[in-house]
Nanobody, 122 residues
Framework: EVQLQASGGGLVQAGGSLTLACAAS????????IAWFRQAPGKEREGVSC????????YYTDSVRGRFTISSDRAKNTVYLRMDSLKPEDTAVYYC???????????????WGRGTQVTVSS
């Protein structure tokens, strides 16, 4: 059974940093794309970042490029999302998900973790 455990959310002031972690089990870590999505109140869920652990190539949506950094630890089957220079508009529930490769198409993701709340105060 594939399980994804997201953690690391919290409350932070604008300009601050947080690091989210997504621990994966029940899958071959290198054979997938692992992504972070987020959903703000009243808005649709959107893709934030994705990585293929096999090659480490990162993908970012335009609104976070240069502020967020995705990485993977293959020994721990964990993907991290380092979020710097946080803005109030980054406030959302963040989810990690697994697909066969990185894509922004959400229906391609077979497994989703429970979300972790990130709140950025102004």
């Amino acid at each position: 059974e594939v399980q994804l455990q997201a953690s690391g959310g919290g409350l932070v002031q604008a300009g601050g940093s947080l690091t989210l972690a997504c621990a994966a089990s029940g899958l071959t870590f290198d054979d997938n794309g692992i992504a972070w999505f987020r959903q703000a109140p009243g808005k649709e869920r959107e893709g934030v970042s994705c990585i293929n652990p096999s090659d480490g190539y990162p993908y970012y949506t335009d609104s976070v490029r240069g502020r967020f950094t995705i990485s993977s630890d293959r020994a721990k089957n964990t993907v991290y999302l380092r979020m710097d220079s946080l803005k109030p508009e980054d406030t959302a529930v963040y989810y990690c998900a697994v697909a066969w490769e990185c894509t922004w198409t959400q229906r391609e993701y077979d497994h989703w973790g429970r979300g972790t709340q990130v709140t950025v105060s102004s």
